[in-house]
C-alpha cells in the first residue's frame, strides 16, 4: 500500500470512527440522546438539566434536551432563549450554542436550550411531503475553531415521523384549539405548531408541553424562539412579537438600527393562529414572547442543494447569528429599563460587527 | 460614545430637517396616531412619538366621531397589511371607509395631518396605494422611508397636494423631521 493510499484509508477509519462517536445514538444511562449537545459552555454555566424535568414523560425519547442555565450574582428576570425548534434553521442553533460557550449573567437568569425539537436535529429524512426547503442543507456543518474543526448538526424542520408515536393525520393537522382549515399532515410534526402541547398525543406535542412547563416552573419573563426563513422572503429578518410586549419590541428594533445600522421588521402574532411559540408563549405564560427571523440561503425556493449554509456570501451564518443575539440584547435592555426589579444583565458576547465579519469560529471552543 | 455621536447626529438631522423640509413646526400637541391599513408600523411610531416626547393617545381603529378637537394633529401611519387587517377584524374595504370619515372629520376640526410611510417598499402594492392615495390628499406634511418611494408615488401625490415631503432612509431616521413638525 502507498503511503498516500495508507494515509487516505487512516483518514477514512478516523473519519467513520468520528462519525461513529458523534451517532445520533449515542445515550446516557437514562436514554438521553448526548452527541447532539457537544456543546462546550462558559465558566459562567451554573448547571444544566433536561426538558424531561419539566415533563417527566420526555425522558428516554429522542425528544429530550439539554437545558443550560445561567445565572447572575445578583437576583433579577429570566431569559429563556432556544434555537433548534426547526433543526434546519441552524443559525438559531448556533445562536444559542455561541451564548452557551460565552455567557456570563451578572443579574437574573439565563436559560438555553439550543436544540428545542431534539428528534428534528437529528432527522435527515428527505420527506417527499415536506416541501423542499424545509429539509434541504447539509447533514452537518463545519467550522473552525481554536481547538480545531468542530462539526454541528443540521437537521430537518419536523420531527422525524419514527418518533413521533402517531402517523400524521391524513385529513390534515388541525391544531386542538383552532378553528382554521387544516394545515398539511406533516405540520403535526411541527414544534412550532404544536404549543401550548400536551401529554396525550404524538412527540412534538410533548416536547412543546415540556417546553411550556419550562417557562412557567421557571417564571421566564423574555423568552425567544429563533428561526429562520428564506433570504429574500417576507419572514426573513423579521421580529414577530406577541401583541402584549410588542412596544418592547418596536423599542428594541430602533435600538437595533440606531446602534448597528440593523432593520428588522415586526410583525405581532396573530392571535387566531394557534401554535406558534410567540402566540402560545406570551398568551400562556407571563413571559414577553418575540420570535426573531434571519435569511438562510438554503431555504430559498430554488437555491441549488449545496447551498453554502455558513459562508453564503449575502447572508454568513455569523451575521445572521449577530442578528439573533442581539436582537435579543436589545430587548433584554429595553425590558430592563422597564422592569428594574426583573433586570436582566449579561455579558461575553462578541462585538456585533466582530461576530458578523468574522464568523463563529473565533468565538467556539 | 457611540450614543453620544448618535444622539448628536440625531440633533443635527432634526435642525437639518427643520429647515431643508418644513420651514417651521406646524403641529399642535397633542397628537391623535392611527394605523391606515393596520400594520405594525404603527407601533413603531408610538415609540418615535415617546421618544420624541410628544404627548399623544394612539388608537390603531379610531373612527371619527371619536375626533372631538382634544388632539390637534392626527398622526396616519400609513401601510395596508393584510395579517393586521385580519387580526383587527375589519375588511380593507372598511378600513377605507373609516379613513375616508377620518379625513373628512378632520378637515372639518382643521386638524394637522402627518402622514407617516415607514414601511419602505415592503409597504407598497395596491392594497396599501390605495390607502396612501386619500391619505396625502388630505396631509399637512408627510414622512416616509425612501424605498417606499421608489416609483415616486409619494413625491407625486406630494406635489399635487402641495405639501413638504420629508424622505428618510431608514426608520429611525424618521423621528427627527417628526420631531421637528410639532410646536
Known amino acids: ?365 | 460614545m457611540k450614543r453620544f455621536i448618535l444622539v448628536c447626529a440625531f440633533v443635527a438631522a432634526l435642525g437639518a430637517y427643520g429647515f431643508a423640509q418644513q420651514s417651521t413646526a406646524f403641529a399642535e400637541k397633542p397628537a391623535l396616531v392611527t394605523a391606515i391599513g393596520q400594520s405594525a408600523d404603527f407601533e413603531m411610531i408610538k415609540v418615535l412619538l415617546n421618544r420624541a416626547k410628544v404627548p399623544y393617545t394612539a388608537d390603531p381603529l379610531v373612527k371619527a366621531e371619536k375626533l372631538d378637537g382634544s388632539a390637534k394633529t392626527l398622526v396616519l401611519v400609513v401601510g395596508a397589511s393584510s395579517k393586521g387587517l385580519g387580526a383587527a377584524g375589519i375588511s380593507a374595504e372598511a378600513e377605507l371607509v373609516r379613513t375616508q370619515a377620518l379625513l373628512k372629520k378632520a378637515k372639518e376640526l382643521k386638524l394637522s395631518i402627518i402622514v407617516m410611510h415607514v414601511g419602505g417598499a415592503a409597504r407598497r402594492g395596491a392594497m396599501s396605494d390605495t390607502f396612501i392615495k386619500p391619505c396625502m390628499e388630505a396631509a399637512s406634511y408627510a414622512i416616509v422611508v425612501a424605498s417606499g418611494d421608489e416609483d415616486g408615488l409619494f413625491t407625486e401625490l406630494a406635489a399635487k397636494a402641495k405639501i413638504s415631503l420629508a424622505k428618510v432612509d431608514r426608520i429611525s431616521s424618521a423621528g427627527a423631521p417628526l420631531a421637528a413638525a410639532f410646536k
Open chain 1, 1 to 365: 500500500m502507498s503511503t498516500r493510499s495508507s494515509f487516505t484509508a487512516l483518514a477514512a477509519v478516523l473519519l467513520l470512527f468520528s462519525l461513529g462517536i458523534q451517532s445520533p445514538a449515542a445515550q446516557d444511562l437514562h436514554g438521553r440522546y448526548l452527541i447532539n449537545h457537544d456543546y462546550r459552555p462558559s465558566e459562567g454555566l451554573s448547571r444544566t438539566g433536561w426538558l424531561s424535568d419539566y415533563y417527566p414523560g420526555l425522558l428516554g425519547t429522542p425528544g429530550d434536551s439539554k437545558v443550560y442555565y445561567f445565572e447572575g450574582d445578583k437576583p433579577g428576570g429570566t431569559l429563556f432563549v432556544g434555537g433548534g425548534t426547526h433543526a434546519n434553521e441552524i443559525a438559531g442553533i448556533m445562536a444559542a450554542v455561541l451564548l452557551i460557550e460565552n455567557l456570563k449573567v451578572e443579574t437574573g437568569r439565563v436559560i438555553v436550550v439550543p436544540n428545542m425539537n431534539n428528534s428534528a436535529i437529528g432527522n435527515q429524512e428527505r420527506e417527499p411531503e415536506l416541501p423542499a426547503y424545509t429539509t434541504r442543507g447539509p447533514s452537518w456543518i463545519s467550522i473552525t475553531t481554536s481547538s480545531g474543526v468542530r462539526y454541528f448538526k443540521y437537521g430537518s424542520r419536523a420531527t422525524n415521523k419514527a418518533h413521533q408515536g402517531i402517523a400524521d393525520p391524513s385529513g390534515g393537522y388541525v391544531h386542538p384549539d383552532s378553528s382554521e382549515a387544516p394545515l398539511a399532515g406533516w405540520e403535526f410534526r411541527n414544534l412550532n405548531r404544536a404549543y401550548p402541547g400536551r401529554t396525550d398525543s404524538g412527540l412534538t406535542q410533548k416536547i412543546a408541553y415540556a417546553v411550556m412547563q419550562l417557562l412557567i416552573k421557571e417564571k421566564v419573563d423574555v423568552a425567544f424562539d429563533y428561526h429562520e426563513a428564506d433570504a429574500g422572503g417576507r419572514l426573513a429578518n423579521m421580529m414577530v412579537a406577541n401583541p402584549k410586549n410588542i412596544e418592547t419590541a418596536a423599542g428594541a428594533l430602533f435600538d437595533l438600527e440606531l446602534d448597528y445600522g440593523l432593520s428588522l421588521k415586526l410583525e405581532p402574532s396573530n392571535m387566531e393562529f394557534r401554535g406558534l411559540s410567540h402566540r402560545e408563549w406570551g398568551a400562556g405564560t407571563e413571559a414577553e414572547a418575540f420570535l426573531t427571523e434571519t435569511p438562510n440561503p438554503a431555504m430559498v425556493a430554488d437555491a441549488p442543494p449545496d447551498a453554502d449554509v455558513v459562508n453564503d456570501p449575502e447572508n454568513p451564518l455569523g451575521s445572521r447569528v449577530a442578528k439573533h443575539l442581539y436582537a435579543t440584547a436589545a430587548v433584554v435592555r429595553i425590558f430592563s429599563d422597564g422592569h428594574p426589579d426583573k433586570a436582566i444583565q449579561f455579558s461575553g458576547l462578541p462585538g456585533y460587527q466582530d461576530l458578523a465579519g468574522n464568523g463563529l469560529g473565533p468565538y467556539l471552543k
